[in-house]
């Protein structure tokens, strides 16, 4: 059982199926969101409606300040034993020799530098070296980390290999101080996030391209995280597990 479970991007897509889920296991969880508060609200009424306990917060995972809000809130409402790295965005198709500034700049950040700030937070109340009672981290990496994703998104791309570094690095650094960071490569995953590169229909035009021959759920991806989040996985860290329909 967990106490708080902060889920980034709780809102929409993977984090609200991993928000849904985790529920009965958690005495709180907090739905992470970065402007759609509706959404946020809806994933907290339902959990609520099933008996569970959930706080909305907002927090742009790209902005150190807010990350620190984020976690002296959850802290707030008890011991945090959980932190899900999840929120996380791509851009339009693009080339590499296409792509400006300001674009790169807004994926590494929240995508990359998101992730860090959440798990500095995390550490620093988990670690039993500093009083935490332990916890499980997971972050979101992406198959694309190891596909590339050419003339696609290639920063996309480029910053969940980032992703599957830090959690080799972060997980053998506070191994022994009772917290696991392990990460999933998601394939193609019906979820909303492919709207926001401009094709809303791509999980199911990429589905023959997927050796399962389909896409794949919110639901599917969140049962690998929550388990990686469970004391069933606790011999399991540094561990990145593909949930990709053998793509
Ligand atoms: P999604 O449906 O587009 O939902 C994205 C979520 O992230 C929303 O809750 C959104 O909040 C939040 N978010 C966006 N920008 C944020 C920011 N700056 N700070 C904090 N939260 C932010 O995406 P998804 O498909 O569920 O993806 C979730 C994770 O899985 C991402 O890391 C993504 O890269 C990864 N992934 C997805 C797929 C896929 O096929 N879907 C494949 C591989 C990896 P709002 O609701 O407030 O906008």
């Known amino acids: ?19 849904r889920l985790v529920a009965p296991e958690a005495e709180m969880v907090i739905v992470g969101y970065a402007s759609n508060e509706t959404a946020a609200e809806k994933v907290v ?15 742009d995972v790209g902005d150190n300040e807010q990350v620190i809000r984020l ?13 899900i ?33 959440c798990a500095r937070e995390a550490v620093k109340r988990m670690s039993i070296k500093y009083g935490g009672k332990g916890g499980a981290i997971v972050n979101l990496s992406s198959a694309a980390a190891t ?15 980032a992703i599957d570094t830090f959690t080799v690095g972060l997980a053998k650094e506070v191994a022994t101080e009772g917290i696991r960071v392990n990460g999933v490569r ?23 391209s997927v050796p399962m021959q389909r896409s794949g759920s919110a639901e599917e991806v969140a049962e690998a995280i929550i388990w990686l989040m469970s004391e069933k996985a606790s011999y399991v860290t540094g561990a990145t597990l593909d949930v990709t329909g053998g793509r």
């Open 1 to 19: 059982m967990h106490d708080v479970i902060v889920i980034t991007g709780g809102s929409r897509g993977i984090g609200a199926a991993c928000a």
């Open 45 to 59: 009424s339902d959990i609520v409606a099933a008996g569970g306990r959930a706080q909305a917060v907002q927090c």
């Open 71 to 83: 976690f002296e809130t959850s802290a707030s409402l008890g011991s945090v034993t959980g932190l």
């Open 85 to 117: 790295n999840n929120g996380g965005v791509l851009d339009v198709a693009t080339r590499v020799d296409a792509i400006e500034p300001a674009r790169i700049e807004r994926i590494m950040r929240i995508n990359v530098l998101g992730s860090f700030f």
């Open 147 to 161: 596909l590339g994703a050419p003339a696609q998104y290639v920063d996309y791309a480029a910053s969940k290999g």
């Open 186 to 208: 998601p394939g193609i995953i019906e979820t909303e996030i492919h709207a926001s590169g401009g094709e809303p229909e791509r999980a199911q035009k990429m589905a023959a």
